[in-house]
């Protein structure tokens, strides 16, 4: 008899198994669609040298020393963050320019930290930042 009863809950359940399955299946597709979006590492890793290139070209002076291009997990399967850490010195609409054209132009930039300091008298601005550009493995 509980067989009997174990057997009608699963028949039961089938259709909702059923349902659920095929929300997976869709949800899965959904996140495989917009991975795709996403540049692949080596693409990821030349704009953001292209980014620096630029600073350098137009005046910005760049601290090489602690410049940093790391890759990191970011907890989703299929990408991996492109993050650089870079100090420099320049004239801040310059780099306000330079920096919102690559953000605007990436569409997928996360900017972890940006610190500005300016000195009274002084048009020439220190800059910290670090951002990371998620990339398809």
Partial sequence: GQIR???AVISQAQPQIAAANQRKAEKEAQINHMIR???DSQTADEVIRNFIE????SG???NDGNLQLTQEDIAVSGLIGQTL???MK???LTYLRLRNRFVRDQGLVHVRDETIE??????IVDINLRLMVPSSI
Wanted: proline share 4%; glycine share 8%.
């Fill in 5 to 7: 009863q174990f057997e």
């Fill in 37 to 39: 979006k996403f540049v």
């Fill in 54 to 57: 630029d600073l350098k070209a």
């Fill in 60 to 62: 910005m002076s760049v």
């Fill in 85 to 87: 850490s870079i100090e």
């Fill in 90 to 92: 320049g004239n801040f």
């Fill in 118 to 123: 300016a000195k009274p008298g002084n048009r």
